[in-house]
C-alpha cells in the first residue's frame, strides 16, 4: 500500500466517523445533494431520451454547501491535523475491515515513522 493508498482510506474512515458523530447517514448526503443548484449538471441522455446527471460534480458542489454549512475537513486538512493524532488515528485503523486494518497500519506507523 502505497502512503498515498493509506492516506486515502483512512480520509474515508475519517468521513464517515464524521458523519456518524454528527448524526448524519449516507442518505441524508443524497438528499442535501438532490437539494442542491445543479441545473448545468443534468443533461439530456439523446440515446434514450432521459436525464444524465454528473453526479461526482455534484457532489463536490454540495460540498461547499454541506449540512448547514458543516461537512469534515478537507483532505488536506486531513493530512495536516487529524492524521498527525496517532491515538485518533490508532483508534480509526482499529475499526477498518479486517481485511485491510494491517496493511493499513503497517503503511500508517511506517509514514510515522519517515515524518520523524
Known sequence: MTEEQ????????????????????LSDIMKGMAECPHGDLISDDEDNGEKKADIPQIFEEWLDIGFGGEIWSCFDEFCDCELTDTDYVADLISRLPPDIREEVDS??????DEEK
Open 6 to 25: 493509506m492516506k486515502e482510506r483512512l480520509y474515508h474512515a475519517y468521513q464517515l466517523e464524521w458523519l456518524m458523530d454528527h448524526g448524519h447517514s
Open 107 to 112: 503503511a500508517y506507523w511506517a509514514w510515522q
